[in-house]
């Protein structure tokens, strides 16, 4: 976005609009931290909305601004009345429709209005809107948005609630300040969220310390099914759908247990594939330390994409045939998965 067009985004906010935030499906830590930050900013001069394709962990569920959240597939007419009624939508943290999955997307298309796009992804859907904010080289959308309050004049204006929900985008898609994309812009960025009301501690506490019993029994059951190819420097996690109902799986359980396979001293690609019977699908998380590219595998086998360390995919054959495939490629690729230099 130029600054002409950050002059046009001025002059549309400029009076009272009816105003909706979509995050992608199977929202995260930071697609409901960036879209809440967001609604709490415009919520006082516009009516705002956060649409979210589906239901996201309880682990988010304590977010100010949690409960005005509308999902669209559970609340799908009121959903589509409130996108029927929208002005300007903004799209965070993802950056083509399809990511909103094919029912929302139906819907969305319709839209006829202004699309604004901020996201830190790669290859945007230029043809979707003139108002994209794209920058890959940013950890998170969430730290995107406090650039973009910047650029509206809008830093004043953070309260407690905008600060915790940026703290918590930036600290889930970081892996809590870890990965290469912080920087020490980001840094900066946490220590001002602190000084607007952010609780560091107890952000992470919640977001972090509220397992259930089974959840941890999920992850042991994760952990003995790692399986690691040595030659390739790479592990993988599997977890079927029974697995998955053994522990009485909840929507967030399995979020960072792919991490686990990549911590393995070696090892620098990781993945877990999860069954999902009721998608009919297998979803797969992939993680990389260094040059080799997640986000190309995921985008060229396995219908996905993301970002060059954590992408994400799936197929539609069994579980075990997806895994087969996997490990059929690790020969293909294995020259660039060595060079890939740990961190
Ligand atoms: P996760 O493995 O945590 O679900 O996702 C890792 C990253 O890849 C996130 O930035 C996520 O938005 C992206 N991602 C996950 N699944 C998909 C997918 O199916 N398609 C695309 N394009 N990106 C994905
Ligand atoms: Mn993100």
Known sequence: MDTKQIEQV???????????????????????GSSLALYHYLKNDHHVKVVAPNDYPSFLKWLPGTNTVQLFDKQNSQAKKTLAAADIIFLLDFNVLHRIGDDMKNTV??????????????????????????DTS???????????????????????EMATCMYVGIMTDTGSFRFPSTTSTTHRIIADL????????????????????????LLGRSLSNLKIEPEYKTAYITLSQAELDMFNYKKGDTEGVVNYALSLSGVVLAAIFIEDVEQKIIKISFRSKGSFSVNQLARKHFNGGGHDNAAGGRSEISLEETVSEFVKLLPIYK????KSDEV
Request: aromatic fraction near 8%; glycine fraction near 4%; include cysteine.
């Open 335 to 338: 020259n660039n998965i060595l």
């Open 194 to 217: 602190i000084d607007f009301g952010a609780k560091n501690a107890q952000i992470h506490n919640n977001v972090y310390d509220t397992n259930s019993y089974s959840r941890l029994q």
């Open 109 to 134: 298309e319709l839209f006829k209005e202004t699309f604004i796009m901020i996201d830190h992804h790669q290859q945007p859907d230029t043809d979707l809107t003139e108002f994209i904010y794209s």
């Open 10 to 32: 001025k002059l549309m906010l400029a009076t009272k609009k009816n105003v909706v935030i979509i995050p992608h499906r199977n929202p995260d830590g930071d697609a409901i």
């Open 138 to 160: 940013i950890c998170s959308t969430s730290q995107m948005i406090y650039h973009f309050l910047e650029k509206l004049g809008g830093i004043d204006s953070i309260t407690p």
